[in-house]
Every structure is written in structure tokens, then in C-alpha cells.
């Protein structure tokens, strides 16, 4: 288990290798939660047909390199459009390695930036708490704001552009030009506070990602399921939250009957499972995961 006195030290700057090691090991590990209501894992492919665990792996193989080029990019100062343009050469990557399946769209884009952040030059106080200083790497990305609201998708009508014109949805952009409100005052202190009452890694993840359903106006979940489907996920996701979340032992039982009655409608939050990665990867960069769990040990 984490103790409290390991919290503080560790300085929250990597090298553009190590940052992408992180970002891998923080798709690994989203991968790998179980039960995340209706998304694919180990276990099962929740409310898909056209994917499995194998195709994320091979999703994830197809990204190495990928974070550590952005991370080089935030070093050097790069411009939003260097960035994007790095993004798109990895999707289509993504999309070979896949058949065409959209499996980590949405992580491209989010952990993408959040690498650009991470491979700044650090002027963190490292002095702040971790979660302090995560918040503060999310914060970041804000920079980029205007660029990001401004940018055309690369893919035309995609289910993002489509939930927007239909239901005037904001969604991934929104949330990162904004310095990701939902991570930092969601996803991130649900996965702290579980890691300090003693939850292990993979609990906490589950712990923050249902506090994320809870919250996220996913646009997966309104492609898939309009408003209604949408509001019945959040307020699922929030009784489940009220009731201890993953932190009380009947946690596991109810997330399994969770995902059950999100794969019985077809509900996918995806978005919400990138916020959930991002947050992993955080953790990774700001001494919240034991070392011996990290790739570069
Ligand atoms: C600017 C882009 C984000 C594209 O803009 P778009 O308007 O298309 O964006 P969104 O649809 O809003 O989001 C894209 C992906 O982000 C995830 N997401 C959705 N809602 C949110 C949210 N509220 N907050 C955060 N993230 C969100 C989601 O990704 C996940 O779901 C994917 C599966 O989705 P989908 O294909 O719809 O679902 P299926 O169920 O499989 O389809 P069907 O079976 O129903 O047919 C999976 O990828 C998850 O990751 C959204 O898909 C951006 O994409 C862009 O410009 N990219 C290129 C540049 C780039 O990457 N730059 C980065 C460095 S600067
Ligand atoms: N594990 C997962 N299952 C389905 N869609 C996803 N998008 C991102 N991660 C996902």
C-alpha cells in the first residue's frame, strides 16, 4: 500500500522516454479495469462488437513513440498545428494497427496534449502535493485553448461533430481547452482520495472513472443513446458514487451489475475511460504509483 510520506518527493518532470512509457502503461492499466461499465477489457468487450482487448493492444503498440514525440514537441515550443499534425500521423497509425477501429481517438488527443504539457520546461513547484501538481499540468494545456476550439476534426462528421450539431454538446476539444475541468475536479481527487483510504491501483481507477461517468457530458454515450441514455448513465454512475463507490466492499458486486446494465443499452463512455488513462498517467508522473508498477524500472 502507498504511504502518505511517499506522496510529496517525487519531481513531477520525465524525460520524453519516460513519458511515453507512462502514457502506455496508462492505456495498459485503463485496459485493465474491470468492471468499467460497458467498455472492453480482459474480461469481456462490454457493449462492442467490432473490438476486444487484442485490438487495444494492438492500438497501444501502434502509439509507441507517439508521447514521447509530443513530449519533444511541448520541449521545443512546437505550435499548436506542429502538434495536431503529429496527432493526426498517429491516429492513422491507430486506425491501421486497428482494421479501422476507433479504439484511442480520444487519448490521442488528451494524453497527446497532456505529454506536450509534461515535456515543458518544468517550473512545477515540487513542493505541491501531487494532486496539486497534476492539476497544475492539466491547467496547462489551457495555452493551447483557442487553437484547439478553432481546429477542424480531421474526420468529417465524426460522432463528435455530429452529437455537437444535433445536440450542441461540447466534448473532448472543450474539455481540454478548458485545462480539463472534469479531470481536475473529478477524476483526479476520486482516484487520490481512493489511493489515501488504502485502495489499491486498479480499484482507484474504477473509483475515478465512475465518479467521471458521474459527471462527463460523454459524447460516445449521446451518439450511442441521446440525452436520455446519457442522463441514466450519469445518474447510475453518481447513486454508485453515493454509496461508497469502490470503496466499500459491496463496490466490485454493484460495478459488475453496473456494466451489465450499460452493455443491456449499449452504453459506452469512452471519453470518460481517456479521463480515467489521463489520470493514470498523472499518477505515474507525480510518484503516486508505487515504482516497482512503472515500466522504466
Ligand atoms: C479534436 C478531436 C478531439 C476531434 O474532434 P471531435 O469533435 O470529433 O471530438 P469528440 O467526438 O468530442 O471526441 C473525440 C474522442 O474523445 C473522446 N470523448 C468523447 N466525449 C468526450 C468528452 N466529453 N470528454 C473527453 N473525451 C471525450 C472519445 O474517445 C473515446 O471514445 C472512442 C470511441 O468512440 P466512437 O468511435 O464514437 O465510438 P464507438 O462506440 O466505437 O462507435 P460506434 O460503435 O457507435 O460506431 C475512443 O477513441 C475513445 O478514445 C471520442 O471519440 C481530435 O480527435 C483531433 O483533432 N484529432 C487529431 C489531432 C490530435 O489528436 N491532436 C493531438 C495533439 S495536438
Ligand atoms: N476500454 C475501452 N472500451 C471501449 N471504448 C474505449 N475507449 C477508450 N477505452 C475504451
Avoid at 18 to 45: N, Q
Avoid at 154 to 179: C, F, I, K, L, M
Avoid at 246 to 253: A, N
Amino acid at each position: 500500500m502507498l504511504s502518505l510520506a511517499r506522496e510529496n518527493p517525487a519531481p513531477i518532470h520525465a524525460t520524453a522516454a519516460e513519458i511515453d512509457r507512462c502514457a502506455l502503461w496508462a492505456l495498459g492499466m485503463e485496459l485493465r479495469l474491470y468492471p468499467k461499465a460497458g467498455l472492453v477489457s480482459f474480461v469481456d468487450t462490454g457493449s462492442h462488437v467490432d473490438m476486444n482487448a487484442a485490438t487495444f493492444l494492438r492500438s497501444t503498440a501502434a502509439l509507441k513513440g507517439y508521447f514521447a514525440a509530443l513530449a519533444q514537441a511541448g520541449a521545443e515550443g512546437a505550435s499548436f498545428a506542429g502538434m495536431k499534425a503529429i496527432g493526426i500521423a498517429a491516429e492513422a497509425r491507430m486506425f491501421r494497427a486497428t482494421g479501422g477501429v476507433n479504439t484511442h481517438r480520444g487519448a490521442v488527443f488528451s494524453l497527446g496534449l497532456l505529454a506536450a504539457a509534461a515535456g515543458m520546461d518544468d517550473e512545477m513547484d515540487i513542493s505541491a502535493y501531487p494532486l496539486e501538481r497534476s492539476r497544475r499540468l492539466c491547467a496547462r494545456v489551457r495555452r493551447w485553448g483557442a487553437d484547439i476550439l478553432a481546429a477542424r476534426s480531421p474526420v468529417d462528421a465524426s460522432h463528435g461533430a455530429q452529437v455537437r450539431a444535433r445536440y450542441g454538446a461540447a466534448g473532448a476539444r472543450e474539455q481540454a481547452a478548458a485545462g480539463f475541468p472534469v479531470l481536475r475536479a473529478h477524476t483526479l481527487p476520486a482516484f487520490h482520495a481512493a489511493r489515501r483510504a488504502g485502495a489499491g491501483i486498479e480499484a482507484a481507477g474504477l473509483h475515478a472513472f465512475y465518479a467521471t461517468v458521474a459527471v462527463l457530458d460523454d459524447n460516445n454515450m449521446l451518439y450511442r443513446a441521446g440525452p436520455e441514455g446519457l442522463a441514466y448513465a450519469r445518474r447510475a454512475a453518481g447513486e454508485f458514487m453515493a454509496a461508497g463507490g469502490m470503496l466499500v466492499p459491496e463496490g466490485f458486486g454493484r460495478a459488475r451489475a453496473l456494466h451489465a446494465a450499460f452493455v443491456a443499452r449499449r452504453l459506452s463512455p469512452g471519453g470518460a475511460a481517456d479521463l480515467v488513462a489521463a489520470a493514470f498517467f498523472l499518477a505515474a508522473l507525480s510518484g503516486l504509483v508505487p515504482e516497482r508498477a512503472l515500466p522504466w524500472r
